[in-house]
């Protein structure tokens, strides 16, 4: 499965962001979904996870209670609406696809989006 993120930009600390990631082919509906962020100079970190049927979603503390991450298997498409966004948000933000249902490890995600940046002022 091939991956297209899109829709990062510069937003204000407070403000809302949606990103979305894209799939070509016609399985990505067999695929658990996550997005994972990396800053400058800092580690790619896990930020959210959805099931292949979207019934089951995982978010990482940091972002629990502000981000929701969905998906539209008709449209090969998963989301990530971001609110309340905070200046330590700022990071290119990776979609990726796994099989493996549950991990938030980036080595279990097979299949990364090319990634989009998300940069957000104080």
């Known amino acids: 499965v091939q991956l297209q993120a899109s829709g990062g930009g510069l937003v204000q600390a407070g403000g809302s962001l949606s990103i979305s990631c894209t799939a070509s082919?016609?399985?990505?509906?067999?695929?658990?979904m996550g997005w994972f962020r990396q800053a400058p100079g800092k580690e790619r970190e896990f930020v959210a996870r959805?099931?292949?049927?979207?019934?089951?979603?995982y978010y990482a503390e940091s972002v629990k209670g502000r981000f929701t991450i969905s998906r539209d298997n008709a449209k090969n498409t998963v989301f990530l609406k971001m609110d309340s966004l905070k200046s330590e948000d700022t990071a290119v933000y990776y979609c990726?696809?796994?099989?493996?249902?549950?991990?938030?490890?980036?080595?279990?995600?097979?299949?990364w989006g090319q990634g989009t940046l998300v940069t957000v002022s104080s």
């Open positions: 990726a696809a796994t099989t493996l249902f549950g991990t938030r490890n980036a080595k279990e995600y097979p299949y």
């Open positions: 082919g016609r399985t990505f509906s067999s695929y658990h």
């Open positions: 959805i099931s292949y049927s979207g019934g089951t979603t």
